[in-house]
């Protein structure tokens, strides 16, 4: 039980850096005048969501099952029955932890969608609307005793459909509501520092052996051969987008590689557990080369997902899930199922699409009828000629970067004129 | 007295730098600028989607000289900067009226 404990808390500990992770992935993306609120989306999320798991969330996803939707939020209200020293930590007070992280990053992951132009409070109210009727229940409806999609025998070890295809699902929703950015697409928007984008890409994907071996809920064979997975599936998925854009734009780009690299996590975080290396390089690769095709949807069919967290979640997310159906196999000792292509048939690749379809389908609606009463509440975009000027500006008062120091700043609450000292001068130059 | 300001190619910095040096100069001011002439921008591509970049990155270099050196400095520059290739760049001389040093308060060549 220690040994079990001991990864569980490392590997909560990890899923918590994706996050920040996610953050210079996306803040690298945007032009530099909004990286600050890409940062403090991910960070609100991490503060917001981190409450609400607490007080409410865990018990929605994971006390008692109410008809298979959702569990009974008042069971372990603010972790009550489970803060206790007593008993295995790992269904506890561990497992709030690390199941709390995956809260956290699926609704940072919707951020990406909405850059640019979402004010950051009407984010917040998002973020948590869509947290307690989306994700907890779907958290729910996936791991939850009773909950109907584990009921049906869907297979999903990480996430690969309540945290990617959901999240992706929503970005949709809420981008459609919310509009494009002013400029878009006629405007250049090019990613404004590509080595954050690197960075975070290496953040997420170290951050991501918790999110994938630390499912197994133990230091043990289970782990290894997710954590394997995770290895190959990613490494094929960033050749596969690299040979792609060399085939179809002439150059591989460092920015291809790190999406690659998320592509591939994305799409073997469902299946980790439940494929052989032949399964984990077929995920990979047909990841990486699909990802990077649907990233081009948006200009051909008008929305604006800013940071392609549908083209990348979404369909990476709908590609583990789907091909778990054929490539699913029970040989290697854990509690999966036999995929059409190891002798399976076709029911897994049914309950698969099913519950695929079912997630997506609830996030988009509810994502975009929540955009829909910010737009009519609170308002959900800052004004255009903000937006034009910076959000950093506008909902944050700051600025990220001041090199030289340039741009000048002195405080504004104090009369300089009174005040004596402060001189930059030092005092042996005085006469 | 004149101010030389030469656009260049990043990379030549260091030989012009080092043939001013050689002619006796002693300072320089360097900048990292954008813009075009007759080389035009080129093409960049995110996700797939191509950019077209406008604006190549230059090093403009200015130095301050007697009108004495102005020919020595313009052919160092011109020398140091030539690639053959489209791109290499400009350099102008404009007059100047006075040079002061902030620490001394001296002007005129002697600031210089």
């Given at each position: 039980?220690?040994g079990n ?5 490392t ?13 210079f992935f996306?803040?690298g993306?945007?032009?530099?005048k909004s990286v ?5 989306m991910c960070f609100?999320a991490i503060?917001?969501i981190g409450?609400l798991?607490v007080?409410?969330g865990y018990?929605?996803a994971?006390g008692?099952?109410?008809?298979g ?5 008042f ?7 489970l803060?206790?020293a007593?008993g295995?930590p790992?269904a506890g007070?561990v497992?709030?932890a690390f199941?709390?992280?995956?809260a956290?990053?699926t ?8 850059a ?15 947290g307690?009727?989306?994700y907890f ?18 297979l999903?070890?990480?996430?690969g459909?309540?945290?990617h295809?959901?999240?992706g699902?929503?970005a949709?929703?809420l981008v ?5 950015r002013?400029?878009?697409?006629r405007?250049p928007?090019?990613p404004h520092?590509?080595p954050?984008?690197m960075?975070g890409a290496?953040?997420l994907?170290f951050?991501?052996f ?6 197994a809920?133990?230091?043990?064979g ?6 394997l997975?995770?290895?190959t599936a990613?490494?094929?998925a ?10 179809r734009?002439g150059k591989?780009t460092?920015l291809?590689a790190?999406s690659?690299?998320v592509a591939?996590?994305v799409a073997i975080?469902?299946a980790?557990?439940y494929?052989?290396?032949w ?5 990979g690769a047909?990841a990486?080369i699909l990802?990077?095709?649907a990233?081009g949807l948006k200009y051909r069919?008008?929305?604006d997902?800013?940071l ?7 369909v990476?997310?709908?590609v583990?899930?789907?091909l778990l159906?054929f490539v699913?196999t ?7 199922a036999?995929?059409l292509?190891?002798?399976?048939g076709?029911?897994?690749?049914g309950?698969?699409?099913i519950?695929a379809?079912a997630v997506?389908l609830?996030?988009?609606v ?8 910010l737009k009519?509440t ?10 034009v000027?910076?959000?950093d500006e ?12 340039g741009?000048?700043?002195r405080?504004?609450?104090?009369d300089t004129?009174?005040?004596s ?9 005085k006469p | ?18 043939a001013l040096?050689q002619l ?8 990292e600028v954008?813009?075009y002439g007759?080389q035009?921008g080129?093409t960049e591509v995110?996700r797939?989607a191509?950019y077209?970049v406008?604006?190549?990155?230059k090093l ?6 007697d009108?004495a050196n102005?020919e020595k400095?313009i ?9 053959g290739?489209i791109?290499d ?8 009226d006075?040079v002061?040093?902030v620490r001394t308060g001296e002007?005129?060549a002697?600031?210089?």
């Amino acid at each position: 039980m220690e040994g079990n404990t001991a990864w569980l808390l490392t590997s909560a500990a990890l899923v918590l850096l994706m996050t920040p992770g996610l953050a210079f992935f996306y803040g690298g993306m945007v032009r530099s005048k909004s990286v600050l609120n890409m940062l403090m989306m991910c960070f609100g999320a991490i503060g917001l969501i981190g409450v609400l798991w607490v007080v409410y969330g865990y018990s929605m996803a994971y006390g008692t099952d109410i008809g298979g939707l959702f569990g009974n939020p008042f069971d372990y209200l603010g972790a009550s029955g489970l803060m206790t020293a007593a008993g295995d930590p790992t269904a506890g007070t561990v497992d709030i932890a690390f199941q709390g992280m995956f809260a956290i990053i699926t609704v940072a992951l919707i951020a990406g969608a909405v850059a640019d132009r979402m004010r950051f409070g009407s984010w917040l109210v998002f973020g948590g609307l869509w947290g307690t009727l989306v994700y907890f229940p779907v958290a729910h409806w996936v791991w939850g005793d009773g909950g109907w999609i584990g009921e049906m025998g869907a297979l999903d070890f990480a996430g690969g459909t309540a945290v990617h295809i959901n999240a992706g699902a929503a970005a949709l929703g809420l981008v459609l509501v919310l509009g494009r950015r002013v400029g878009w697409p006629r405007e250049p928007m090019k990613p404004h520092n590509l080595p954050y984008v690197m960075l975070g890409a290496g953040l997420l994907w170290f951050g991501w052996f918790g999110f994938n071996a630390g499912s197994a809920y133990a230091a043990d064979g289970v782990a290894g051969i997710a954590f394997l997975n995770t290895v190959t599936a990613t490494c094929a998925a960033m050749l596969g987008w690299l040979l792609l854009e060399r085939i179809r734009d002439g150059k591989a780009t460092s920015l291809g590689a790190a999406s690659g690299v998320v592509a591939g996590l994305v799409a073997i975080t469902p299946a980790c557990a439940y494929v052989d290396t032949w399964g984990a390089l077929a995920i990979g690769a047909i990841a990486g080369i699909l990802c990077a095709l649907a990233v081009g949807l948006k200009y051909r069919l008008g929305y604006d997902d800013s940071l392609d967290v549908v083209g990348v979640h979404l369909v990476g997310g709908l590609v583990g899930t789907v091909l778990l159906g054929f490539v699913a196999t029970t040989n290697v000792g854990t509690d999966g199922a036999d995929g059409l292509f190891y002798g399976g048939g076709a029911g897994q690749l049914g309950t698969q699409v099913i519950s695929a379809v079912a997630v997506m389908l609830y996030s988009i609606v509810i994502a975009a009828l929540l955009g829909l009463l910010l737009k009519v509440t609170t308002g959900a975009r800052v004004t255009a000629e903000e937006e034009v000027a910076g959000i950093d500006e506008a909902e944050h008062a700051e600025s990220a970067y001041d090199f030289a120091g340039g741009r000048g700043g002195r405080p504004a609450s104090v009369d300089t004129s009174v005040v004596s000292g402060g001189s930059k001068k030092l005092e042996e130059s005085k006469p | 007295m004149k101010l030389i300001t030469a656009i260049v190619k990043p990379f030549t910095l260091d030989d012009i730098r080092a043939a001013l040096e050689q002619l006796g100069v002693l300072g320089m001011t360097v900048s990292e600028v954008q813009g075009y002439g007759r080389q035009k921008g080129h093409t960049e591509v995110y996700r797939g989607a191509e950019y077209a970049v406008d604006f190549v990155a230059k090093l403009r270099v200015e130095v301050v000289t007697d009108d004495a050196n102005v020919e020595k400095v313009i052919d160092a520059i011109v020398g140091s900067a030539h690639t053959g290739k489209i791109g290499d760049g400009k350099v102008w001389v404009t007059p100047v009226d006075t040079v002061i040093r902030v620490r001394t308060g001296e002007r005129g060549a002697d600031a210089l």
